[in-house]
T-cell receptor, first 113, second 113 residues
Framework: TQLLEQSPQFLSIQEGENLTVYCNSS?????LQWYRQEPGEGPVLLVT?????EVKKLKRLTFQFGDARKDSSLHITAAQPGDTGLYLC?????????????FGKGTLLTVNP | NAGVTQTPKFRILKIGQSMTLQCTQD?????MYWYRQDPGMGLKLIYY???????DKGEVPNGYNVSRSTTEDFPLRLELAAPSQTSVYFC????????????FGPGTRLLVL
C-alpha cells in the first residue's frame, strides 16, 4: 500500500506570510497532483507534476516534485485570506492503467486578515 | 455541461438501513471512482470503474457495492448501514489519458445513527 505523509496537518498564519506544505512518500509515483478543497465542495486540481525535479508556478503558488518522484512541496508566497482551504496532495500509481490516486491526509490552511 | 452530479446532498440513516448514493457524469469519461472522506483522514478509495460493466475494489470496499451499467452512472450501494460509514462520499471521473485530473462531484454527507 502506497502512503503519502503530508505536513503540517494544520497551519494558521497571518496575511502576507509565506508557507510551505510537504508531501512525502517511500513510493515512486508516475505523477503527483495537488488539490484544493473548500468546505462543502469536492477537491479541485491545482497542478500536476510529472518529471523528477519539476517546478511549476501558479501565480503565488510554487510546486516542486522531488528528483526521485517520491515527494513534493507547495510553497505559497504572501498568503491571502482567499488561500484558506484544505490542500491535498495525491500520487498517481506508477504501474497499471487504472489511474488510482493515493491521497495524503491534507493540510488545513487558515490565512487570517 | 453539469460535470459530476451527486444525490442526495445529505442523508441520515438508521443502523441497518440501506441506500444508494447516485453519481452521474456528462463528460463521457470512462474512469469513475468513489471515495470517502473522514475528518483528518484525506480521501480513501472505495471502488472504481474503468468502463461500463467493469468495476474493482479500492482500499476500503467492505460494506459497499457498486455497478456500472452505463458510462454516465456509477451508483454506490450501502446494504446494511453502520455508524462507521458516517462520512462524506465523493464521486470522481477522469479520462483515460495519463496525467489528467480527476473531476470531483460536490459530495454526499451521510450520517448513520
Amino acid at each position: 500500500t502506497q502512503l503519502l505523509e503530508q505536513s503540517p496537518q494544520f497551519l494558521s498564519i497571518q496575511e502576507g506570510e509565506n508557507l510551505t506544505v510537504y508531501c512525502n512518500s517511500s513510493s515512486v509515483f508516475s505523477s503527483l497532483q495537488w488539490y484544493r478543497q473548500e468546505p462543502g465542495e469536492g477537491p479541485v486540481l491545482l497542478v500536476t507534476v510529472v518529471t523528477g525535479g519539476e517546478v511549476k508556478k501558479l501565480k503565488r503558488l510554487t510546486f516542486q516534485f522531488g528528483d526521485a518522484r517520491k515527494d513534493s512541496s507547495l510553497h505559497i508566497t504572501a498568503a491571502q485570506p482567499g488561500d484558506t482551504g484544505l490542500y491535498l496532495c495525491a500520487g498517481e500509481d506508477s504501474g497499471g492503467s487504472n489511474y488510482k490516486l493515493t491521497f495524503g491526509k491534507g493540510t488545513l490552511l487558515t490565512v487570517n486578515p | 455541461n453539469a460535470g459530476v452530479t451527486q444525490t442526495p446532498k445529505f442523508r441520515i440513516l438508521k443502523i441497518g438501513q440501506s441506500m444508494t448514493l447516485q453519481c452521474t457524469q456528462d463528460m463521457n469519461h470512462n474512469y469513475m471512482y468513489w471515495y470517502r472522506q473522514d475528518p483528518g483522514m484525506g480521501l480513501k478509495l472505495i471502488y472504481y470503474s474503468v468502463g461500463a460493466g467493469i468495476t474493482d475494489k479500492g482500499e476500503v470496499p467492505n460494506g459497499y457495492n457498486v455497478s456500472r451499467s452505463t458510462t454516465e452512472d456509477f451508483p454506490l450501494r450501502l446494504e446494511l448501514a453502520a455508524p462507521s460509514q458516517t462520512s462524506v462520499y465523493f464521486c470522481a471521473t477522469r479520462t483515460s489519458r495519463g496525467q489528467e485530473t480527476q473531476y470531483f462531484g460536490p459530495g454526499t454527507r451521510l450520517l448513520v445513527l
